[in-house]
């Protein structure tokens, strides 16, 4: 009965997450002659001269971090950060939001100005015609949709909840997420599901991918009892790459 009830929940979950669209629009431009370079929740997005524009981002909040390329990687500009990707100039929290496009400028002293405007229709054509607006390489899509909503998050819930075994509560969420995305607080509140340390860094591994807001990813660490399950999760994120 319960494994019926199980493929049931699953079904509605997944049916469920196929039904959302989101439409956001995030453009920044720098009025520098320097090139920058972006990363949004620590994954690169392709350099693209001063202005680099991206679709269809999950909405919510997102970290994004600005560089400006330099000549010499080893000098500092005041109490700006420089490392092997340039001068960082920007580094913040944005929440992108549905329906919106949001407008991040940097000036040509660096400093990093952020607008937001509903999307307008009447510039689509402009949009779709700029191959540089509508480039495969340039968008930023995790191919995951809103997260996953409270009831459907304790459906998921009480279905690991029933199964007394940590491999068959691995299995079932390793059934669940790749066609759902989670949050942080999600992805936490199921790690403490695991009786072992070791299959909640499995866990935890694996549903990264599918985690929206991944800069607050950091919050998963307190379901760990040992520093090294920290580390070994925090080295991971470091080399992911999508």
Same mark, same amino acid.
């Given at each position: 009965?319960?494994?019926?009830?199980?493929?049931?929940?699953?079904?509605?979950?997944?049916?469920?997450?196929?039904?959302?669209?989101?439409?956001?629009?995030?453009?920044?431009?720098?009025?520098?002659?320097?090139?920058?370079?972006?990363?949004?929740?620590?994954?690169?997005?392709?350099?693209?001269?001063?202005?680099?524009?991206?679709?269809?981002?999950?909405?919510?909040?997102?970290?994004?971090?600005?560089?400006?390329?330099?000549?010499?990687?080893?000098?500092?500009?005041?109490?700006?950060?420089?490392?092997?990707?340039?001068?960082?100039?920007?580094?913040?929290?944005?929440?992108? =939001?549905?329906?919106?496009?949001?407008?991040?400028?940097?000036?040509?002293?660096?400093?990093?100005?952020?607008?937001?405007?509903?999307?307008?229709?009447?510039?689509?054509?402009?949009?779709?015609?700029?191959? =540089?607006?509508?480039?495969?390489?340039?968008?930023?899509?995790?191919?995951?949709?809103?997260?996953?909503?409270?009831?459907?998050?304790?459906?998921?819930?009480?279905?690991?909840?029933?199964?007394?075994?940590?491999?068959?509560?691995?299995?079932?969420?390793?059934?669940?997420?790749?066609?759902?995305?989670?949050?942080?607080?999600?992805?936490?509140?199921?790690?403490?599901?695991?009786?072992?340390?070791?299959?909640?860094?499995?866990?935890?591994?694996?549903?990264?991918?599918?985690?929206?807001? =991944?800069?607050?990813?950091?919050?998963?660490?307190?379901?760990?009892?040992?520093?090294?399950?920290?580390?070994?999760?925090?080295?991971?994120?470091?080399?992911?790459?999508?």
């Amino acid at each position: 009965m319960n494994r019926i009830f199980t493929l049931v929940t699953l079904l509605v979950i997944s049916t469920s997450a196929l039904a959302w669209n989101h439409n956001t629009r995030v453009s920044i431009s720098s009025m520098s002659n320097a090139p920058i370079r972006v990363f949004i929740d620590g994954q690169r997005i392709r350099d693209h001269e001063q202005n680099i524009r991206i679709s269809d981002l999950t909405p919510g909040y997102h970290r994004i971090q600005i560089y400006r390329a330099v000549a010499n990687q080893r000098r500092r500009f005041g109490n700006q950060q420089q490392n092997q990707q340039g001068q960082l100039i920007y580094n913040g929290t944005v929440n992108i =939001r549905n329906g919106m496009h949001t407008d991040i400028i940097i000036n040509r002293f660096g400093r990093v100005f952020t607008d937001e405007q509903p999307i307008d229709d009447r510039f689509d054509d402009d949009w779709n015609r700029d191959d =540089r607006w509508n480039n495969n390489d340039n968008r930023y899509d995790y191919n995951r949709g809103q997260t996953m909503s409270n009831d459907r998050f304790q459906q998921l819930k009480q279905a690991v909840e029933r199964e007394h075994f940590d491999d068959n509560k691995l299995d079932l969420l390793k059934s669940v997420l790749p066609n759902n995305s989670v949050s942080t607080a999600q992805v936490r509140e199921l790690a403490q599901l695991f009786s072992f340390e070791q299959n909640k860094l499995e866990f935890a591994k694996f549903a990264y991918k599918f985690t929206a807001d =991944r800069g607050n990813y950091f919050l998963v660490n307190d379901v760990f009892h040992f520093g090294t399950s920290k580390t070994e999760l925090t080295r991971y994120i470091a080399g992911y790459r999508d």
